[in-house]
């Protein structure tokens, strides 16, 4: 009977595995990335926990130094990405993603954020 409830409590569902069966966001263009948007807000209707699973789904991100720009001049990259990251764009776009439910969304939030 005690080794019931202790498997019963322990074997609770994990909402944030979900993260590990969608492919990777680093490989996907702006429009396949938005189409998950909608689905982590569905899927983490609180904003921490949905925090907590765009990062964890951003994992592995490949790492690049100065990678956010102002999409026009001298500094030519955009405003938001999700192919590279260091830790304060890491930081930043995630929090302007969970925001948000389409890329143009979560531009303008980094733009809100960060500029």
Not at 20 to 44: A, C, G, K, M
Not at 62 to 82: H, M, Q, T, V
Not at 90 to 107: D, G, I, K, M, P
Request: contains cysteine; hydrophobic residues 40%.
């Amino acid at each position: 009977m005690i080794s019931f409830l202790i498997t019963s409590c322990t074997t609770q569902a994990d909402p944030f595995k979900w993260v590990d069966t969608i492919p990777d966001p680093w490989l996907l263009s702006e429009t396949e990335f938005e189409f998950y948007l909608p689905q982590f807000h569905e899927r983490f209707p609180n904003y921490h926990d949905r925090l907590k699973a765009l990062n964890l789904w951003r994992v592995g991100t490949p790492y690049g130094l100065f990678c956010l720009g102002e999409e026009s001049g001298k500094d030519n990259d955009p405003i938001l990405r999700a192919d590279l990251s260091d830790c304060t764009v890491h930081v930043l776009t995630s929090l302007a993603f969970a925001e948000s439910f389409t890329w143009q969304n979560a531009r303008d939030a980094m733009v809100d954020i960060h500029y």
